[in-house]
């Protein structure tokens, strides 16, 4: 009969390989399970990517073709030298959009409207897009007076731009709005983007212009004129913030994918690492055993 500590010894030496051989398992099992999930995530964002990369020359498009149209509109107010009066009851219109994925692009938009609303806390928001909705409604939610979801979900348009405008001519009549502002991400190149404002003008400013007597013009274009103008600017302005987001999301997706190729590559070197660790310690358990006999 064996003794109680031979059998606690023998005990000892069958559980102590097999427990590292199942901890092993485990491990390497874990790290299967990581790699094959990141390899997912990878194929998703190199789809992305490649989608993105279809849209960017579209969007760039409507881009460039809007922008042509809101300079040679706003050519008039620098030429005419309008200018804000002091303006008592601003109004500041964010452009964004609800979809995500595409870096900071969102985020640097709410930060220009925050800068501008801690000197004029009193100024009427306008917003396009969920994502700078939700981020100014933390500390000025009081300030929004109209929101626009689903704005450009597939390609800037000048009717739905058109007909937000009418909208926000409406809501701006009725708060008593004496100047306005717009938010939004201008597209410089495909990598880059810059977060600026352009002013609208009112047809009280316009009427004020310093050289605005060098146009000869009929009893009532002025208005039209200022109603088509704002209008036109804010499709300028939704469609450089379209074409910066897909520019963004392109980058974001491809910096995506080539993080996840590097986590791969980590991970298959710490899984190729264990095994050969839980293999080698496996032949050493078998020769010491062997040796033990």
Same mark, same amino acid.
């Given at each position: 009969m064996f003794s109680t500590a031979a059998s606690?010894?023998?005990?000892?030496?069958?559980?102590?390989?097999?427990?590292?051989q199942t901890a092993g398992m485990a491990t390497l099992k874990e790290i299967q399970i990581r790699r094959r999930s990141v390899q997912n995530i990878g194929k998703i964002t190199k789809s992305m990517k490649m989608i993105a990369s279809t849209k960017v020359p579209k969007a760039q498009k409507i881009m460039e073709s809007a922008r042509v149209y809101g300079a040679a509109s706003n050519g008039l107010f620098q030429h005419a030298q309008t200018d804000f009066a002091d303006s008592k009851k601003p109004l500041v219109i964010a452009i964004s959009s609800d979809r995500g994925l595409c870096g900071g692009i969102h985020s640097s938009v709410s930060k220009a409207m925050k800068a501008d609303l801690r000197k004029n806390p009193e100024s009427t928001v306008v917003v396009l897009g969920q994502k700078v909705k939700?981020?100014?409604?933390?500390?000025?939610?009081?300030?929004i007076a109209l929101h626009f979801e689903q704005v450009a979900k597939t390609i800037p348009t000048w009717d739905e731009t058109a007909a937000i405008a009418d909208i926000i001519l409406e809501k701006a009549k009725e708060e008593g709005v004496d100047s306005a502002k717009i938010f939004y991400n201008k597209f410089k190149t495909i990598i880059a983007f810059e977060t600026t404002?352009?002013?609208? $003008?009112?047809l009280e400013a316009l009427e004020a212009s310093p050289k605005l007597s060098t146009y000869e013009y009929d009893d009532g274009v002025l208005a039209n004129f200022a109603?088509?103008? $704002?209008a036109n600017t804010l499709y300028w302005a939704v469609a450089e913030g379209n074409a910066s987001e897909m520019a963004a999301k392109r980058t974001a997706m491809e910096n995506a994918t080539k993080n996840a190729g590097e986590v791969i590559a980590k991970l298959t070197l710490t899984f190729n690492r264990t095994r050969q660790a839980a293999i080698t310690n496996e032949l050493i358990d078998i020769i010491v055993g062997a040796s033990a006999m």
């Open positions: 606690a010894k023998a005990v000892s030496f069958l559980a102590g390989p097999l427990s590292t939700i981020q100014l409604s933390r500390e000025y939610r009081d300030n404002s352009i002013p609208t $003008f009112t109603q088509f103008a $704002f």
